[in-house]
């Protein structure tokens, strides 16, 4: 078996479907940032416009490199992979790059690399390369899972100490999907669920200030229009504001007027249903569905276990980022921080995600190829 396989088949069988909807959610993507960051129309394009074309092209390479890479051979290098990841995430919290309060970047001289996104591929490769074979009868028990916890474990407690919750909530939810899908035991699931509720006070006790602080504004914004609950009302407003059609292109008056915060990143979905309005929303969702509903497609008619929990594994990360993105700029969830997959700006995410596209393809055409 090959690593790289150049067969015409590739080609004959690849997945236009996964392929056009990844390309056409980083171009709306592309789009927004160009007027999150838009100085009016006598100043050059925004350095950050650049340095996003750029990251989409090269998403796009890793996500066609990806294709060709065969992605049975994931199984031997899921742990060295892991265990890279893991000393990535040592090196940022020895000296990493610090912004805003968070030390979560490795500066690289002309750009900064986030370890803590190629930790959610990381945890998906390992748990899906233990959970690979068939579960016991009656499911899998406790004594099953202590070992995938293990392996949640160390990477979510290091990136929550960067701090990032977005990021550390998220490899949470695709371990349980993970080892939900793998056939959990009932039982067990409760008594997953009962430790979770059992261990809330000390997660508590373990987030920053700001972060309890956004959780209890949650319920009520208005307690602190100013301070915690600045971000959800602004963001609101932006939505609100979007109407059925939108203000327009460029015509945003919350992100021109600078009143939303991390308009490129955390809050990018504000300043897209700002100026697109509620039918540019249903579209942007539509292409999320579209690639979630692809990529279970894939894991369903996957030759193999190994390719069906990867391909789920990769849909998983898609959904749940951006289900926990959208409702935070809704006022549905707490604000977490955390960016909105292939649209918001980053070329540490964006390059992370299209690549883990390529791999979601690698597994549906590889059905062909045995």
Request: aromatic content about 12%.
């Amino acid at each position: 078996m090959g690593f790289f396989q150049l067969d015409r088949r590739l080609l004959y069988h690849f997945d236009w479907t996964v392929f056009v909807l990844t390309i056409a959610i980083a171009g709306v993507g592309l789009v927004t940032v160009v007027s999150a960051s838009y100085g009016g129309p006598h100043r050059p394009l925004h350095p950050l416009v650049v340095r996003q074309m750029i990251w989409i092209t090269a998403g796009s390479i890793a996500m066609v490199a990806m294709v060709v890479f065969d992605y049975r051979a994931l199984s031997t290098y899921a742990y060295p992979f892991y265990f890279m990841v893991l000393g990535l995430l040592v090196v940022v919290a020895v000296a990493g790059h610090s912004l805003g309060g968070s030390r979560r970047w490795i500066h690289l001289g002309l750009f900064t690399f986030e370890p803590s996104e190629l930790a959610k591929l990381a945890l998906i490769l390992v748990l899906v390369r233990y959970l690979r074979d068939e579960p016991p009868r009656g499911g899998l028990r406790l004594r099953h899972v202590a070992v995938p916890g293990l392996l949640l474990a160390v990477p979510a407690v290091l990136v929550l100490k960067q701090p990032d919750l977005g990021t550390m909530l998220t490899l949470c939810l695709i371990f349980v999907t993970l080892i939900f899908a793998a056939g959990l035991n009932l039982r067990t699931l409760l008594i997953l669920a009962l430790g979770v509720m059992l261990a809330a006070p000390v997660g508590w006790h373990y987030l920053k200030p700001y972060q309890r602080q956004r959780v209890v504004s949650f319920m009520n914004p208005q307690s602190d229009p100013l301070g915690a609950g600045y971000h959800v009302i602004q963001s609101e407003i932006a939505v609100g504001a979007g109407g059925p059609w939108g203000k327009g292109y460029l015509q945003g008056t919350q992100s021109r007027l600078n009143f939303l915060p991390e308009q490129t990143t955390d809050f990018i979905f504000s300043v897209f249903a700002e100026e697109f309005g509620f039918a540019g929303t249903i579209l942007l969702l539509s292409l999320y569905a579209g690639l979630v509903g692809r990529g279970l497609w894939i894991a369903r008619h996957a030759r193999d276990r190994f390719g069906a929990l990867l391909a789920l594994g990769l849909t998983a990360m898609i959904f749940w980022q951006s289900a926990i993105n959208i409702s935070m700029a809704t006022g549905l969830l707490p604000v977490v921080g955390i960016p909105l997959p292939l649209v918001s700006y980053g070329g540490s995410s964006l390059i992370a995600l299209m690549a883990s596209m390529g791999l979601l393809i690698s597994v549906n055409t590889r059905r062909y190829l045995f």
